[in-house]
């Protein structure tokens, strides 16, 4: 069994199926992204996943347990989203901590984890700093931080980089994947950005309609495209 296993998930809304017989498989220390065009049910597999929203049918299985029916807080995931949804008048060490204080850690060790953290990503000096002082791109890393300091089993990212300017978004791919690859952190980049897609994953799951339409390292699918869709879609990137 794979480290996350996804078997013949379906959704539907309002009687559209959003996401139609889905299987996936993802490695430990994978970082793999589900890259589609708008609509395509991205964002709704990665709630399904968190445990935010519950499939119709299928099984999640996360480190060989069923957390099918696993609360979001029991699923050991952390989660950054398109927009950065800090605490505003929280700085960023107590944005990062945040999600330690409420699991009942020891001061001493919450100040070592927040530390540890702001290292990773490259934010020493903005300890005390407001999110209304950082730029994007710091904002995002704070969220970041805030999701890894958990040590979860799985970081899910939705977009983190869409509303970021293109040349730090780009050093901020460079930066994802460095600090994924450190922690072997099993990771689900979802992009629209076929770009960015081949730029950072490991491999790559491509969606259209509510279903997988091929998966394949990023070269497999570049250099076969196992239909005009994948070939057209992925054929923007050059
Ligand atoms: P993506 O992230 O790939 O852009 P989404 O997963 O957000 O796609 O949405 C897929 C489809 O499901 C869209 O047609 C969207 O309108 C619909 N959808 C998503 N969430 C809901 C919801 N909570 N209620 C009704 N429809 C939804
Ligand atoms: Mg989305």
Redesign the pocket.
């Known amino acids: 069994m794979s480290y996350v296993q996804i078997e013949h998930l379906s959704k539907t809304?309002?009687g559209?199926h959003?996401l139609q017989q889905l299987d996936l498989a993802i490695e430990k220390g994978e970082l793999v992204t589900l890259l589609?065009p708008?609509?395509?049910?991205?964002?709704?597999?990665l709630r399904i996943l968190s445990g935010l929203t519950a499939p119709d049918t299928g099984m999640i299985y996360i480190d060989g347990k069923d957390v099918t029916d696993v609360s979001p807080k029991n699923r050991q995931i952390g989660m950054v989203f398109q927009s950065y949804a800090l605490f505003p008048n929280l700085t960023v060490s107590q944005n990062i901590a945040f999600g330690l204080e409420m699991n009942k850690i020891s001061k001493t060790e919450i100040r070592l984890r927040v530390q540890e953290m702001i290292e990773l990503v490259g934010l020493v000096g903005k300890e005390q700093a407001y999110p209304r002082e950082l730029s994007g791109g710091q904002q995002q890393r704070v969220a970041l931080a805030r999701s890894l300091v958990t040590r979860p089993k799985v970081l899910l990212l939705d977009e983190p980089l869409s509303a970021l300017d293109a040349q730090i978004r780009k050093n901020l791919q460079k930066q994802l994947r460095t600090i994924q690859r450190e922690l072997n952190m099993t990771t689900v980049l979802?992009t629209?950005d076929q770009e960015e897609a081949m730029a950072v994953s490991d491999r790559i799951y491509i969606?259209n309609g509510g279903r997988i339409v091929q998966h394949g390292s990023p070269q497999e699918i570049y250099t076969q495209p196992r239909s005009e869709f994948v070939a057209r879609f992925i054929g923007n990137y050059n």
């Open positions: 809304f309002h559209q959003v589609g708008s609509g395509c049910g991205k964002s709704t597999l979802v629209h969606m």
